[in-house]
C-alpha cells in the first residue's frame, strides 16, 4: 500500500474557523487556516453570530486574503463590504464574493488564509463568526 495524502482525496474539502469580534474603530487580520496541499478555493461562507448593518460613510468590508507561506500578502480571495444595503442576520449563512480573478483563488501548499476587517470613515463592530471554507485540490 503507498502513501495516501489529505490531497489526492479527490473532490471537495471543507473546513470550518472561528473569527473574533473586533470592535468599532479597529482594522484587525487574523491568520485562519493554512492549506495542508496545492488546492484551489471554490467557496468561502460565514455564519454570523449576531446582526450586523451596513452603512454607507462608516462601514467594515471582511476580506479573505491569500497571505502566502507568511501570512503576509494581500492577495484577496473573498470579500463582504458592509456598506448601505449589505447586511447580516444572525445565524444565516452568507457566502462571500469570490475574487473573479482565477489565480487570486490557487493556494500552495503551506499558504495561509487571512481574515482581514478595514475600515473605512468610524467602522463599524465585526460580529464573531463561523467561517467555512471549501477547496478542491489542484
Known amino acids: 500500500m503507498g502513501n495516501n495524502f489529505l490531497g489526492d482525496i479527490p473532490g471537495s474539502h471543507s473546513y470550518t474557523v472561528e473569527t473574533p469580534v473586533v470592535a468599532l474603530g479597529t482594522e484587525y487580520k487574523q491568520a485562519i487556516w493554512k492549506a495542508p496541499f496545492a488546492c484551489t478555493v471554490t467557496s468561502v461562507k460565514i455564519l454570523p453570530q449576531a446582526a450586523v448593518t451596513g452603512n454607507t460613510t462608516n462601514n467594515f468590508s471582511v476580506n479573505i486574503l491569500n497571505g502566502g507561506q507568511v501570512g503576509t500578502s494581500t492577495t484577496s480571495v473573498a470579500v463582504k463590504e458592509y456598506n448601505t444595503g449589505v447586511d447580516s442576520v444572525a ?10 480573478t482565477a489565480a487570486n483563488l490557487v493556494l500552495a501548499a503551506g499558504d495561509w488564509l487571512v ?6 470613515g468610524s467602522g463599524l463592530a465585526t460580529v464573531h463568526c463561523a467561517v467555512a471554507i471549501e477547496v478542491t485540490p489542484v
Not at 92 to 97: A, D, I, R
Not at 115 to 120: A, I, L, N, P
Open 91 to 100: 445565524l444565516t449563512e452568507e457566502t462571500l464574493t469570490l475574487s473573479g
Open 115 to 120: 481574515w482581514s476587517k478595514t475600515e473605512d
